[in-house]
């Protein structure tokens, strides 16, 4: 159980255009997802919180009008990188909780590696 | 202070060598704990949760020490499909933080 999906897997874009990354949950509802980006050998750093109906909680440092979260429903959300730069190449992994407490583990997507060249 | 904190390692182990690792958190109220393990490229996928009282999932072993604000990861009879980094993870709120990973090389 808890499979989160996420699509694409790679993506390589210029400069200046939008991305967008979609994450779904395959086999449970999620209200809430969330969204980390990973440099390289560095940790995972939370990004921000969707949440199904609602607005996305975005975590200090992190622009709101640049990674645009859309959760329309119980089984998806989506994270859009606005006018992508060179520097927001990363790995963004969105990830949620099965059935259980907001203190149970995490499930994440297989990820996805941007390049912006 | 880093929220969560680990030794990056590498922590380079012959095959059948038992390697242990730890991590600490700095937040006193934190609620749950989890080791994940992360191959190269690849996203993290959980290993095992962690409690107070410790446990075991075949040759891993965690411990939780609230007192000194750590946990622990202990793998016995290491294998080669051991190798991989391991990430220690924190819920604060509903939030979960990762440290920055431990990295096993289990060699021939």
């Known amino acids: 159980g808890a499979v989160v999906s996420q699509h694409p897997s790679w993506v390589i874009c210029k400069s200046g255009t939008s991305v967008k990354i979609e994450c779904r949950s395959l086999?449970?509802?999620?209200?809430?997802m969330f969204w980390y980006r990973q440099f390289p050998k560095q940790s995972l750093m939370l990004m921000a919180t969707s949440n199904e109906g609602s607005k996305a909680t975005y975590e200090q440092g992190v622009e709101k009008d640049k990674f645009l979260i859309n959760h329309a429903s119980l089984t998806l959300s989506t994270l859009t990188v606005t006018s992508a730069h060179p520097e927001d190449s990363s790995f963004y992994i969105c990830?949620?909780?099965?059935?259980?407490?907001?203190?149970?583990?995490?499930?994440f997507g297989n990820g996805t590696r941007l390049t912006v060249t | 202070r880093k929220e969560v904190e680990q030794d990056p390692g590498p922590f380079n182990v012959p095959e059948g060598a038992t390697v242990a690792f730890n991590c600490t958190y700095s937040?006193?109220?934190?609620?749950?704990f989890f080791w994940y393990r992360q191959d190269c490229r690849k996203e993290p996928k959980l290993l095992m949760s962690?409690?107070?009282s410790g446990n075991e999932d075949g040759r891993f072993t965690a411990q939780l020490n609230r007192a000194s604000q750590y946990i622990s990861l202990l793998i016995r009879d290491s294998k080669l499909s051991d190798s991989a980094t391991y990430l220690c993870a924190v819920t604060n709120d509903y939030k979960l933080s990762f440290g920055a990973g431990t990295t096993v090389t289990v060699r021939a």
């Open positions: 990830s949620a909780r099965g059935t259980g407490s907001d203190y149970s583990p995490l499930h």
């Open positions: 962690v409690y107070s």
């Open positions: 937040n006193s109220a934190s609620q749950s």
């Open positions: 086999d449970f509802q999620a209200t809430t």
